[in-house]
């Protein structure tokens, strides 16, 4: 099999994130889908791709409480229903890619996957790596699990990230967020914040400090979650970096490293 | 749990399976919806719900041929929206049951299914049980799936039914189709047909000399396998119904037999 390549967008990207329904961010969605595909077309590599849920997640989610587990009947319905609206989104994002000859294909991760008090606990990856040796796109993204402990959590897209990126010996992990990378500061209220261009074991505990946590907590974790699971990465080289900026997702696809914050 | 039931709503049901563009029929569906929901309020059951993919699988399967396997790389192409396409009629279809209060849960079989030239070879259930136990009613449907021999072929909704109702222990298999039955000639075509209303291990034979097979064969086999499947289940009792016949899915589902043709 070629190098792998794990790329995340972010809910923020493809999504309107702050919308309180769920509303998708075409002119960015249909722009990355070509950046995606170009780089795929161009390139020599396989790829796993995960996209955030933004509005058609987070929203539904701090409403019914689901990713604290299901402590009344109603909540079922909660539950399908969120499934339901990811899948909606993951239809759409795949529609987009595949015009631009992405062979793209849904997996969603919770018929298999199993939660344990909001700890990812595994999943069967079979399917996914005959798929990869095909030379298919498989595309995950956060959905509401299955909880043997509180009925519910959330697996988050980051999470399935990690797993896979493990689980397939990843060459490279490539988060696109609306961010861009960790910053000295949050980047959207000091213009004068300073991009870290590499965080290791490190220096991990103080770029915690400078940065405090992060601005752009959500749901599932937020950036802190985000760096320590990259650091426990092995062998995969991971970068965060601005899925904003035009250009940046086909050019790190393609090899480029150095656009946002290493993590390694 | 509570006694389990698997009921298959097929694909010439609750989409116009003749059509050669994707249409579900809605008149249909949202009865059907509405059934399902009734019987779930009123009784006392679990349930798994399977639904076949009429015009949104069989035509893009047949003009692709990727039943048949991957034998040139467009057809990765093809794969990928065939699953698509599948997984956008299954957000629709949930959307009704949802307005029915039926907490139905989509899950992607082909997320783990594995097949082995043509054979299903079986699937990861951890998550479905999970679901199964807290009260969801997971959704399963037809769907291209990764085959380790030829590459993809095509998992069939029969074959998800008669799968889950011995990894369950199953008390009841319903079959609704738009036929009803087994019949000694075609019923579409002869109005004297007569309903052959048990078929067992005993009279198989005798009744497939009579049928000739099935008149609606579709790429996923037809009657005849269907039939020769359900024989094999022991402990649960299978019938086939006609889906057309209003009320006839509610009262199956809440204990009546003898609507249709059972297999024992």
Redesign the interface.
């Known amino acids: 099999m070629k190098d792998l390549i794990v790329l995340k967008l972010g809910g923020s990207l493809i999504t309107e994130k702050d919308k309180d329904t769920p509303t998708i961010n075409y002119p960015n969605l249909k722009r990355l889908a070509k950046e995606v595909g170009d780089a795929y077309k161009e390139g020599n590599f396989s790829l796993v791709f995960v996209h955030g849920v933004g509005s058609f997640g987070h929203v539904i989610v701090k409403k019914t409480g689901i990713n604290n587990g299901?402590t009344k009947?109603s909540q079922?319905?909660d539950?399908?229903?969120t499934?339901?609206l990811q899948?909606?989104l993951?239809?759409k994002v795949?529609?987009e890619f595949?015009k631009n000859?992405v062979?793209?294909?849904?997996?969603?991760?919770?018929?298999?996957?199993?939660m344990d008090a909001k700890k990812f606990e595994g999943?069967?990856t079979?399917?996914?790596k005959?798929?990869l040796e095909?030379?298919?796109?498989p595309t995950l993204f956060g959905v509401p699990?299955?909880d043997?402990i509180q009925?519910?959590s959330i697996l988050s897209g980051d999470d399935i990230c990690t797993y896979l990126s493990k689980e397939f010996h990843a060459k490279r992990l490539i988060h696109a967020t609306d961010v861009g990378g960790v910053f000295d500061s949050n980047p959207k209220e000091n213009s004068d914040a300073k991009l870290i261009p590499e965080i290791t074991r490190e220096n991990f505990k103080e770029v915690l400090e400078k940065t405090g946590g992060s601005s752009n907590t959500d749901v599932t974790g937020g950036m802190k979650n985000k760096i320590k699971n990259l650091l426990e990465l092995k062998g995969t080289k991971s970068e965060i970096i601005n899925g904003n900026e035009p250009g940046y997702v086909k050019r790190a696809l393609l090899g480029e490293s150095g656009l946002g914050t290493q993590i390694n």
């Open positions: 299901i009947e079922l319905m539950f399908a229903e499934q339901r899948n909606e993951n239809v795949c529609k595949l000859n062979p793209i294909i849904p997996v969603q991760a919770s018929a298999t996957a199993i999943m069967d079979g399917a996914i005959g798929m095909l030379g298919l796109v699990a299955y043997r009925g519910c």
